[in-house]
Nanobody, 123 residues
Framework: QVQLVESGGGAVEAGESLSLSCAAS????????MEWHRRTPGNVRELVAK???????DYLDSVKGRFTISRDNAKNTVSLQMDKLEPDDTGIYYC?????????????????WGQGRQVTVSS
């Protein structure tokens, strides 16, 4: 079973910074793509940032230039540095990863989710 534990987040004013981290643990062979998603107060789900195992990144247009996703393959962690935060960044942030699990004859990919961390940005 794979577990994701998130940390970070909180409440800040517009223009300030926050960071999020997510650590994967359990029985798996490899962590592939790692992502951060968010659910807005209007219940809209968005893919905020993605990073491949080779450190290729992709971002939601509205966060480009302000957010930075990074990972540590040795520790199976992914982080999201959020700078110049805006009120529209408010939401619950979830990490989601692709992990390869199973026996050598029956490997498959699972996509567990973190528990979510609240990020609140006031104007």
């Amino acid at each position: 079973q794979v577990q994701l534990v998130e940390s970070g987040g909180g409440a800040v004013e517009a223009g300030e910074s926050l960071s999020l981290s997510c650590a994967a643990s359990g029985d798996f062979h490899e962590v592939r793509d790692m992502e951060w998603h968010r659910r807005t107060p209007g219940n809209v789900r968005e893919l905020v940032a993605k990073i491949t195992r080779d450190d290729e990144t992709d971002y939601l247009d509205s966060v480009k230039g302000r957010f930075t996703i990074s990972r540590d393959n040795a520790k199976n962690t992914v982080s999201l540095q959020m700078d110049k935060l805006e009120p529209d960044d408010t939401g619950i942030y979830y990490c989601n990863v692709q992990v390869v699990v199973g026996s050598s004859r029956a490997r498959h990919i699972e996509r567990p989710w973190g528990q979510g961390r609240q990020v609140t940005v006031s104007s």
